[in-house]
């Protein structure tokens, strides 16, 4: 049964979309909620999913799929996913059968990641604040009401607390995941490693929940954002989820360093560091994947879901609380100011990789 609250209707389309494909949407595996993925033909775990797709998104994500399952990109050894879209008429974006071949792996004097980046200067674009926030303030201090307001919602959207379930449950997944995909022992190692400094951010995301409200810190929040429900069904899914996720998170860490609330600015260093180690991470292993030709071809289409939804983790172009935030000094730019900066960003990263950079208005949800 569905834990209460969980969007029941969500679930039955996402079941609804993955049956077609031949593909079950197993019983919850995590809190959040999130789902395993299951071959119908074996019963073997082939990814998960959550329950906070916008309507319809998952029919469209599995239709547009059709020719990599039929390919054998995605889904299950057993070929049932190829068996089931070929006969529903899907054509195979090639004719090669084999398997995805895995580059040179990085050495574990690698980890962690953002040494090597931050050793050639500092990678991120710096904001400019374009006024001086109205006050700082400290752990303790009296603090406005609308400035608590915008600073528990920035930190619900962050998520990253230790007694918030959902975070964990997330966090699950992403074991999940790397149990299920992992190309080599040194991966699914490299992973163990980013869930560590993660749980190390939802200690530290924790204490400054409670030195700001102790109920806040420990009120479950489930990521709201459709991008942490998208369905990854393979590494090259992972590898572009930390890409593009973890750099969102780096990209705002960045932009809290001059924060008014103090301790927000004093931990903001370290998260934009490990951030910006763990989108390496997944970028390092996208350029293995698309050392391959067919792994490229699989990663060029991801792209199609992975990078509209980066795109949209920014919020609303015209966000009517930007400039509310921009004003108490919370943040030093809008939405859109941030969001083109991370483009560019993104945009250089993938084309030294050979993989083209999706129009940007495409699939979008929030202009």
Same mark, same amino acid.
């Given at each position: 049964?569905?834990?209460?609250?969980?969007?029941?209707?969500?679930? /039955?389309?996402?079941?609804? !979309?993955? $049956? &077609?494909?031949?593909?079950?949407? =197993?019983? %919850?595996?995590?809190? @959040?909620? +999130?789902?395993?993925?299951?071959?119908?033909?074996?019963?073997?775990?082939?990814?998960?999913?959550?329950?906070?797709?916008?309507?319809?998104?998952?029919?469209?994500?599995?239709?547009?799929?059709?020719?990599?399952?039929?390919?054998?990109?995605?889904?299950?050894?057993?070929?049932?996913?190829?068996?089931?879209?070929?006969?529903?008429?899907?054509?195979?974006?090639?004719? /090669?059968?084999?398997?995805? !071949?895995? $580059? &040179?792996?990085?050495?574990?004097? =690698?980890? %962690?990641?953002?040494? @090597?980046? +931050?050793?050639?200067?500092?990678?991120?674009?710096?904001?400019?604040?374009?006024?001086?926030?109205?006050?700082?303030?400290?752990?303790?201090?009296?603090?406005?009401?609308?400035?608590?307001?915008?600073?528990?919602?920035?930190?619900?959207?962050?998520?990253?607390?230790?007694?918030?379930?959902?975070?964990?449950?997330?966090?699950?997944?992403?074991?999940?995941?790397?149990?299920?995909?992992?190309?080599? !022992?040194? $991966?699914?190692?490299?992973?163990?490693?980013?869930?560590?400094?993660?749980?190390?951010?939802?200690?530290?995301?924790?204490?400054?929940?409670?030195?700001?409200?102790?109920?806040?810190?420990?009120?479950?929040?489930?990521?709201?954002?459709?991008?942490?429900?998208?369905?990854?069904?393979?590494?090259?899914?992972?590898?572009?989820?930390?890409?593009?996720?973890?750099?969102?998170?780096?990209?705002?860490?960045?932009?809290?360093?001059?924060?008014?609330?103090?301790?927000?600015?004093?931990?903001?260093?370290?998260?934009?560091?490990?951030?910006?180690?763990?989108?390496?991470?997944?970028?390092?292993?996208?350029?293995?994947?698309?050392?391959?030709?067919?792994?490229?071809?699989?990663?060029?289409?991801?792209?199609?879901?992975?990078?509209?939804?980066?795109?949209?983790?920014?919020?609303?172009?015209?966000?009517?609380?930007?400039?509310?935030?921009?004003?108490?000094?919370?943040?030093?730019?809008?939405?859109?100011?941030?969001?083109?900066?991370?483009?560019?960003?993104?945009?250089?990263?993938?084309?030294?990789?050979?993989?083209?950079?999706?129009?940007?208005?495409?699939?979008?949800?929030?202009?």
């Amino acid at each position: 049964m569905p834990r209460p609250g969980s969007n029941v209707c969500a679930v /039955d389309d996402v079941r609804q !979309a993955y $049956a &077609a494909a031949g593909i079950i949407v =197993d019983q %919850p595996m995590a809190y @959040g909620t +999130y789902y395993r993925l299951r071959c119908a033909g074996c019963g073997t775990s082939v990814g998960n999913v959550g329950d906070r797709l916008l309507p319809g998104m998952a029919e469209t994500i599995v239709a547009a799929q059709a020719d990599l399952y039929a390919a054998g990109l995605l889904g299950c050894a057993c070929g049932h996913q190829r068996a089931t879209a070929a006969a529903r008429g899907a054509r195979s974006v090639d004719d /090669d059968r084999g398997t995805i !071949a895995i $580059a &040179a792996r990085p050495s574990g004097d =690698d980890w %962690p990641f953002w040494r @090597g980046v +931050y050793a050639s200067g500092d990678p991120l674009p710096r904001f400019t604040r374009d006024m001086a926030a109205a006050q700082r303030f400290e752990e303790g201090d009296a603090l406005p009401p609308e400035y608590r307001e915008l600073l528990t919602k920035m930190l619900r959207h962050e998520g990253e607390r230790a007694g918030n379930k959902s975070f964990l449950g997330f966090m699950a997944t992403c074991a999940d995941v790397a149990e299920t995909h992992y190309p080599t !022992a040194r $991966a699914r190692l490299i992973k163990a490693e980013y869930l560590a400094e993660e749980l190390k951010h939802a200690i530290m995301f924790h204490r400054l929940a409670v030195g700001l409200d102790p109920d806040f810190a420990l009120r479950d929040a489930p990521y709201a954002h459709y991008t942490f429900h998208l369905p990854r069904e393979s590494w090259a899914d992972d590898a572009l989820f930390h890409f593009l996720v973890d750099l969102n998170g780096a990209f705002h860490a960045r932009d809290w360093r001059d924060s008014s609330y103090a301790p927000l600015a004093e931990m903001s260093s370290t998260v934009e560091r490990d951030e910006l180690g763990h989108s390496e991470m997944g970028y390092r292993f996208l350029a293995e994947i698309v050392s391959d030709a067919r792994g490229r071809a699989l990663a060029q289409r991801l792209l199609a879901k992975w990078y509209p939804a980066a795109l949209d983790m920014f919020g609303r172009s015209d966000s009517p609380n930007a400039p509310k935030f921009i004003r108490w000094g919370l943040k030093s730019v809008g939405n859109a100011e941030i969001r083109a900066a991370y483009k560019t960003y993104v945009d250089a990263k993938l084309v030294a990789l050979s993989l083209e950079p999706p129009d940007e208005r495409a699939n979008r949800r929030f202009l």
